[in-house]
């Protein structure tokens, strides 16, 4: 595989993340892959969100008011009841506008299904687009999600019924659906997301945190690579902000790609192009176009679409 140009829910600076518009967009401008998050309905629908339930950042009810925190999780609402909610402008004051000022605003927005993001690409005519579909569980909040047996299983059920699975990676923070992924489609690229900052990092170097399915770095030397490696992943995707050219270099000799989030500012994403990643996730992905153009790395064809 070439560099990989990812726009991140779509390109989320651009357009609400996560939606049709978005990945429309995305296609439109022209990308290797749609990086996208996935969610269970209480009826069994994956959809496509962020979020585990409904993200007051972005989401106004039937009545135009944006609803009030924490949101209600996707696995108590079933998909005609998320249809009747409007994610398609930021709150104003919240942290995220701030973030994204620029983001056109498109009223009327729906949560999408997978389904319905698969459609678009067929629409768009593009054969070669991937999906980088982000399993969202989080270990320490069991009750929010289906458990990763029937998450997974829901998940591949969807891709494989679509005729996707020669198209798709899987990612996820939360190890133990990519092991499960690995047994049951083993000819589906698994997308090793991996934190070690801030107040929230998803690894240790030292020991397994509840995201790692029972591995353990300390019991490979270390690393982060080689963990991953003995998981038998192809990719890994670190933060941007964790990687360092001796890391890079280190996953490689592991054999895995490095594909790394989420890269904004045309400094940074020159200077992981430098380092010699394999790809970057980005909300620009226009942004990101111009920079590898500039690198000199082969870009991917627009295929314009509507919605």
Not at 82 to 107: C, E, K, M, N, W
Not at 273 to 285: E, K, N, Q, T
């Amino acid at each position: 595989m070439a560099f990989d140009l990812e726009a991140h829910r779509g390109g989320r600076a651009l357009l609400p993340e996560n939606t049709l518009p978005a990945f429309a967009n995305a296609l439109s401008i022209g990308v290797d892959t749609l990086e996208l998050d996935t969610g269970m309905t209480a009826d069994g629908e994956v959809i496509v969100s962020h979020e585990r339930g409904l993200n007051p950042d972005i989401t106004r009810d039937a009545a135009g008011a944006y609803i009030t925190p924490p949101g209600m999780p996707f696995l108590k609402l079933r998909l005609d009841e998320v249809r009747t909610y409007d994610v398609g402008r930021i709150r104003p004051d919240s942290a995220y506008a701030r973030q994204f000022p620029d983001q056109r605003a498109l009223p009327g927005t729906r949560i999408p299904t997978l389904k319905e993001v698969f459609a678009l690409v067929r629409k768009s005519g593009n054969d070669r687009v991937r999906f980088n579909i982000e399993t969202k569980i989080d270990p320490d909040h069991p009750e929010e999600t289906l458990g990763p047996q029937a998450f997974v299983a829901k998940l591949l059920g969807v891709i494989a019924a679509e005729g996707f699975s020669d198209r798709v990676m899987i990612q996820s923070f939360d190890w133990r659906t990519l092991q499960l992924v690995q047994q049951q489609a083993p000819k589906i690229p698994t997308v090793y997301l991996t934190l070690q900052r801030g107040k929230a990092p998803t690894v240790a170097l030292d020991r397994a945190t509840s995201w790692m399915a029972g591995f353990n770095p300390a019991d490979h030397g270390g690393s982060l690579p080689r963990t991953i490696q003995a998981a038998r992943g192809v990719i890994w995707s670190p933060y941007f902000g964790d990687v360092t050219p001796a890391l890079v270099a280190e996953a490689h000799e592991a054999g895995l790609r490095v594909v790394v989030w989420t890269v904004n500012k045309p400094e940074d994403m020159a200077r992981m192009i430098a380092l010699g990643v394999d790809g970057i996730i980005s909300d620009r992905p226009d942004l990101l176009r111009r920079v590898a153009g500039e690198q000199g790395i082969p870009l991917p064809a627009a295929t314009p679409v509507s919605p």
